[in-house]
T-cell receptor, first 114, second 114 residues
């Protein structure tokens, strides 16, 4: 079955880069996602990467995918206090009629120290 | 831009009562997903609908049912509520076709069962 694992906590200083890592087990995953959740709030889609890509960059965010090792990472450059949140890695499995069922990791709580 | 709208945002029910959560997807989105996130947990997939038909089923209890209506909004009905049903319930939506992997979540509905 699917399983997505992430480290639970990460603490960085403001201005430094943050790297959040994730491993997954389902080799048939088509897309891999990063969602951000602030306290008491919903899940904000940050970015996603197609499984046949190895890198995607979007402003301060860089996603790296090593499909052979089933390893996904999210790098946040110039981390700000507003980046403090829980970051969820998720893999998708294509379902019926083009729907995608997501399996989430436990989430990594990023704390940014001013 | 319009997002996924969920109501109510907060709900308190007693054990054995019923509850109904509503979800209004992003305009033109035809696929709706329901997820349950327990305290400190990752979101778990419950069920999804495409064009008013159930497209995928996850760990949804038999006490729960859901449907998608002709205007694409969806309702999650929960009966015989248990304390363990206390959670944040997310609705998400996507548009079938080329961008069907882009899944947007609502802010969630907090259900507390006492």
């Amino acid at each position: 079955g699917e399983d997505v694992e992430q480290s639970l906590f990460l603490s960085v200083r403001e201005g430094d880069s943050s790297v959040i890592n994730c491993t997954y087990t389902d080799s048939s995953s088509t897309y891999l996602y990063w969602y951000k959740q602030e306290p008491g709030a919903g899940l904000q889609l940050l970015t996603y990467i197609f499984s046949n890509m190895d890198m995607k960059q979007d402003q301060r965010l860089t996603v790296l995918l090593n499909k052979k090792d089933k390893h996904l990472s999210l790098r946040i450059a110039d981390t700000q206090t507003g980046d403090s949140a829980v970051y969820f890695c998720a893999e998708s499995r294509g379902g019926e009629a083009g729907s995608y069922q997501l399996t989430f990791g436990k989430g990594t709580k990023l704390s940014v120290i001013p | 831009a319009a997002g996924v709208i969920q109501s109510p945002r907060h709900l308190i029910k007693e054990k054995r009562e019923t509850a109904t959560l509503k979800c209004y997807p992003i305009p033109r989105h035809d696929t709706v997903y329901w997820y349950q996130q327990g305290p400190g947990q990752d979101p778990q997939f419950l069920i999804s609908f495409y064009e008013k038909m159930q497209s995928d089923k996850g760990s949804i209890p038999d006490r729960f049912s859901a449907q998608q209506f002709s205007d694409y909004h969806s309702e999650l009905n929960m009966s015989s509520l248990e304390l363990g049903d206390s959670a944040l319930y997310f609705c998400a939506s996507s548009l079938s076709g080329q961008n069907s992997n882009t899944i947007y979540f609502g802010e969630g509905s907090w259900l507390t069962v006492v």
